[in-house]
């Protein structure tokens, strides 16, 4: 079951991650500033907020299979339609849908692997359902850089060519994946701790009961904004970076292209490996391998900009970035079921995502326009896409302080 759901996800960021490949192309042939385009990434990011708040919820009720794949058919067709884009509303329009459709994948998915997983083995279970999240960043930069490289495409063939694979992976749950043990003749897990015996619901529990329940739940509401404020900093990353590495003011070659890579793999090794970590030597307690994490993503995001460009080392320090900022991914999601009990899961990381969506949302026009108009540099208006570390630098530092008052 883990394989099917890691299987799908693997895929599902070539239809999400790919926005900031696309940028440069969209600015020369549309005429469209980084302001206006970060507009449009924060509206793809509130929707999936949005969808997030719903589809959570819609999981525990109808299960993770089925809308996973719902939702990679929808991005597969919204992706195109992004593709068609003509100016700023109907890219607005259409990557706003498409965050909709996106946010019918992760928390659905989460549920079904609560479901399969003990809660002393879920901070791995969920690490490795966040490393394939991670690996399929890599996959999202691979395949943009392939069209745009070496095949030579315009950016609206971003939209097109990756999505395919979304929909195998969309197939691949759907024929392989089952929602619960119980539906293949197995027992069900009996939660384990004795928080979630606490906080379990009562039989044919409502939509809105399960809402109350995770709205009403201080610790999980904590979670949520450390977690949104992680989010700011991994989709800073996800978005600028490749901005940053594919314009004329990094050296070219290797170093000005393919550099970026490194950013979504050391985002892919340290999903797994915070999961493993909080479950083998913290006995399951999340938040101190949160704060860990996340300060060290603020130092790594800092020294990223005091760093010379075209340097070598931009390559193992973009890794480390990314390693730090998205590691804590799989703790936080592993807090889900850990404080709202395994049959709330999907409403609990739906909720939790809101807040990370909304507040990525946030953050992007406000990178955008720091880009743009380089309001702390010594020449304000010329345009610096460096100061996306230092602001990356400071989400992070203020996820590892909130972070600090989680406790289990």
């Given at each position: 079951m883990l394989g099917a759901v890691m299987f799908c996800y693997l895929f599902y960021y070539t239809g999400r991650q790919t926005f900031g490949f696309a940028i440069p192309g969209i600015q020369q042939e549309l005429g469209l500033s980084k302001q206006m385009l970060g507009w449009v990434s924060a509206c793809m990011l509130w929707a999936y907020a949005a969808g997030q708040m719903?589809?959570?919820?819609?999981?525990?009720?109808?299960?993770?299979?089925?809308?996973?794949?719902?939702?990679?058919?929808?991005?597969?067709?919204?992706?195109?339609?992004?593709?068609?884009?003509?100016?700023?509303?109907?890219?607005?329009?259409?990557?706003?849908?498409?965050?909709?459709?996106?946010?019918?994948?992760?928390?659905?998915?989460?549920?079904?692997?609560?479901?399969?997983?003990?809660?002393?083995?879920?901070?791995?279970?969920?690490?490795?359902?966040v490393l394939a999240a991670g690996l399929s960043s890599v996959l999202s930069y691979i395949t943009s850089l392939v069209v745009l490289d070496v095949l030579h495409l315009e950016w609206r063939w971003i939209f097109r060519l990756p999505v395919a694979l979304m929909l195998l992976g969309g197939f691949v749950v759907w024929f392989f994946a089952r929602d619960k043990p119980e539906h293949l003749g197995f027992a069900a897990l009996q939660d384990e701790k004795p928080a979630e015996a606490q906080t379990a619901p009562c039989a044919g529990e409502t939509v809105w009961q399960r809402y109350r329940a995770a709205l009403g739940n201080g610790r999980l509401i904590l979670a949520g904004l450390a977690i949104g404020f992680q989010n700011a900093a991994r989709y800073g990353l996800l978005v600028w970076v490749p901005v940053h590495f594919l314009g004329s003011t990094v050296s070219s070659g290797f170093f000005g292209k393919w550099i970026s890579v490194g950013l979504p793999v050391g985002m892919a090794l340290g999903a797994v490996t915070s999961g493993w970590i909080s479950d083998r030597f913290c006995k399951a307690r999340r938040s101190g391998v949160i704060v860990s994490f996340m300060a060290l993503a603020a130092l790594s995001a800092g020294a990223m900009f005091l760093l010379p460009k075209g340097h070598w080392f931009a390559l193992p320090l973009l890794f480390l970035c990314g390693f730090f900022a998205y590691g804590p991914q799989?703790?936080?999601?592993?807090?889900?079921?850990?404080?709202?009990?395994?049959?709330r899961t999907g409403t609990a990381v739906g909720v939790m995502n809101c807040f990370a969506y909304l507040m990525a949302g946030l953050a992007e026009p406000l990178i955008g326009w720091t880009i743009q108009h380089n309001p702390f540099g010594a020449t304000p208006g010329m345009e610096n896409t460096a100061l996306v570390f230092p602001l990356v630098a400071c989400f992070a530092t203020c996820s590892a302080a909130i972070a600090s008052f989680i406790r289990r």
């Open positions: 719903i589809n959570g919820n819609l999981g525990d009720k109808f299960g993770g299979r089925r809308m996973m794949m719902a939702g990679a058919v929808a991005s597969f067709g919204f992706n195109w339609l992004t593709s068609f884009g003509t100016g700023f509303k109907s890219l607005l329009g259409a990557w706003g849908a498409n965050g909709l459709a996106q946010s019918m994948g992760w928390a659905p998915g989460s549920r079904l692997v609560a479901n399969w997983w003990g809660a002393h083995e879920r901070g791995r279970a969920f690490g490795f359902f799989s703790t936080f999601w592993a807090l889900a079921p850990d404080l709202l009990g395994r049959a």
